[in-house]
Nanobody, 120 residues
Framework: QVQLVESGGGLVQAGGSLRLSCAAS????????MGWYRQAPGKQRELVAT???????NYADSVKGRFTISRDNAKNTVYLQIDVLGPEDTAVYYC??????????????WGQGTQVTVSS
């Protein structure tokens, strides 16, 4: 079992920046992929960015060039740097950990989310 705690959300003016943090209860070396998702009001949850245990990253087209995912293995923490925020970025941001166990079973773990609100 993996527990995740997000922090760093808040109210920001358009054009500003935020850095979200996700602290994991276990070494992120043991997690195949960690990532960030977001869910805007009335919308389905969507993938924002992922980072593997090997450091490979992936981004949604809508955030490429503005969002940066990174990790600090010593702190068991994954970050999401968000630059040039716009109203379209307003959402609850969720941390995700995906882990594959023996036999190929895949489990997803989720944090409680942190609210990001962008004012114009």
């Amino acid at each position: 079992q993996v527990q995740l705690v997000e922090s760093g959300g808040g109210l920001v003016q358009a054009g500003g920046s935020l850095r979200l943090s996700c602290a994991a209860s276990t070494s992120i070396f043991s997690i195949n992929t960690m990532g960030w998702y977001r869910q805007a009001p009335g919308k389905q949850r969507e993938l924002v960015a992922t980072i593997t245990s090997r450091g490979s990253t992936n981004y949604a087209d809508s955030v490429k060039g503005r969002f940066t995912i990174s990790r600090d293995n010593a702190k068991n923490t994954v970050y999401l740097q968000i630059d040039v925020l716009g109203p379209e970025d307003t959402a609850v941001y969720y941390c995700n950990a995906r882990r594959t166990y023996s036999g190929g079973t895949v489990y997803n773990y989720w944090g409680q989310g942190t609210q990001v609100t962008v004012s114009s």
